[in-house]
């Protein structure tokens, strides 16, 4: 008898393989791309592979390589991840703390990422992503005469020489060509033994469509050099669904899940007239049919790719086609996430018992007052513990336990406050302490532990 937990790892039912392979072929047929190839990763497996081709018996599988553009940028934003994570930088330290880049002119590392430095959107001189890297040889000859259009930190500006600057610090950092560092550092952890800077065979030709004739022109590949950082790489669906499951759970080799967590916050606001999207460290964010989805677009002359995760469904969705225009490929990817999604809903986890318990914490558990409001306290995993109001919505957090017995908030309003439990007379809890507000067991407790007092007559009826 197969279980649930197998049947969730299981490739979709034929009527959901009908439906995902339907999505693709009018992807392709109404964007009319030379061809287009989808795959969809559930529980951090590749379940489903489709293409289509307007080439009779040459479909390309999961295994041919596409140029994917601007999902380069996330593969960057992990290598910055990393230097953090170690110590050798801080998201907020001036670029120019660790390299010599007078053109950012103090923005910070985070907002090369967030893309909030205020730099141009593109780089000097001739069409960067149809031009040979040579032309701009050193990363000073990647900026204009006006490097900087908007103030650093004020405003959304998507900016690929950005990027290009991230891939500098990368190099300058660990003291080796960015690319070099990420084949030793991400691509071969995760055995993405397909992706690479350079096209390696089979690999999809890049073309473009002319716009009122159903005619091609073919387009050139070039080595973007410097800007590679922006968009230089190329990969398969096989290799991008191995990234989608680390992008979802993580990877101790590579990097934790709390930082990839981190990657996916927003850090701007959206940008006017586009309040179903935003960017997080690295990764764009998206609503799309109710869904919140991260990932990235890219594109690149004879290109376009897209690959969405969503961390409810814990499905991911991917697409990749090569034309220059045509297809709605993050469309694409993100209707393939939904289609497995509403045709097969997840199967939630089997609830299970811890399988050790201290006796203090679990005296800790039960209601609390924060003042007159009642609020829930559950024990987690791990000596985690979780703070949810007892009706209506409100302020709930998680929280990790610490080595010092104190706890750190993880999400909601407490992110990042520390949660710690006062004794009384006998060490019993006497009332907690999070962030300066004070939870008691009776709503507003006598005594001196509610700041500013508790009217000594008490509770009373009018």
């Known amino acids: 008898m197969t279980t649930p937990d197998a049947d969730e790892f299981a490739e979709p039912l034929p009527a959901t393989r009908r439906a995902l392979l339907r999505r ?20 951090g497996r590749l379940v489903w592979t489709g293409s289509r081709s307007c080439v ?25 991840l990393r230097l953090r ?9 001036p670029l120019a703390k660790h390299l010599d880049a007078p053109e950012a002119e103090g923005a910070t590392v985070a907002q090369l990422l967030s893309h909030t430095s205020g730099l141009a959107a593109e780089a000097r001189g001739p069409w960067w992503e149809r031009t040979p890297g040579a032309l701009r040889p050193e990363t000073a000859d990647i900026f204009g005469e006006r490097p900087l259009l908007h ?25 080796a060509p960015w690319g070099e560092v990420l084949a030793h550092e991400v691509l071969e952890p995760l055995r993405m033994g397909r992706t690479s800077l350079e096209p390696r065979a089979p690999h999809a030709g890049g073309w473009a ?65 586009d309040w179903d999207g935003g960017y997080g460290l690295g990764t764009q964010l998206v609503r799309h049919g109710g869904r919140f989805l991260h990932g990235h677009t890219g594109s690149m002359p004879g290109f376009l790719a897209s690959l969405w995760v969503s961390a409810e469904d814990r499905l991911a969705g991917i697409a990749l086609t090569n034309t220059t225009s045509g297809p709605a490929i993050g469309a694409i990817a993100a209707d393939l996430i939904r289609i497995v999604a509403e045709r097969e ?28 409001r009642a609020y829930h306290l559950r024990l987690r995993a791990d000596r985690g513990l979780e703070l949810s109001p007892a009706t209506g919505g409100g302020r709930a957090s998680r929280f990790r ?54 009217d000594p007559e008490g509770w009373r009826a009018l």
């Open 24 to 43: 693709l072929a009018r992807g392709q047929a109404e964007g009319r791309a030379p061809s287009l190839v989808g795959a969809v990763v559930r529980e």
């Open 85 to 93: 994570d170690e110590g050798l930088l801080d998201l907020g330290d």
């Open 345 to 372: 809903p997840r199967i939630p986890e089997p609830w299970r018992p811890l399988t050790e318990v201290d006796p203090a914490l679990l005296a800790l558990t039960g209601p609390w007052y924060w003042g007159p």
């Open 151 to 175: 103030p650093a930190g004020r405003r959304h500006h998507y900016s690929n020489p950005g990027f290009a600057l991230l891939g500098a610090l990368v190099e300058r950092l660990r003291g």
């Open 209 to 273: 469509v002319h716009p009122w004739a159903d005619v091609l022109l073919p387009e050139p590949a070039e080595d973007t050099g410097r800007m590679g950082p922006a968009g230089q790489l190329w990969s398969t669906a096989g290799d991008l669904a191995r990234f989608a499951a680390f992008l979802l759970d993580g990877d101790g080799r590579v990097l934790g899940a709390e930082s990839l967590a981190e990657m996916r916050a927003p850090a701007v606001a959206p940008e006017e007239g």
């Open 56 to 80: 009779d018996g040459s479909a390309p599988d999961a295994d041919t390589q596409y140029r994917i553009g601007s999902l380069t940028k996330t593969f960057v934003a992990v290598l910055v």
């Open 401 to 454: 336990a610490e080595p010092d017995g104190t706890w750190t908030g993880l999400d909601g309003y407490y992110a990042g406050e520390t949660l710690r439990v006062v004794e009384g007379e006998g060490g019993a809890a006497a009332h907690l302490d999070l962030g300066t507000f004070v939870f008691t067991r009776e709503p507003y407790a006598p005594g001196d532990t509610v700041p500013g007092g508790v």
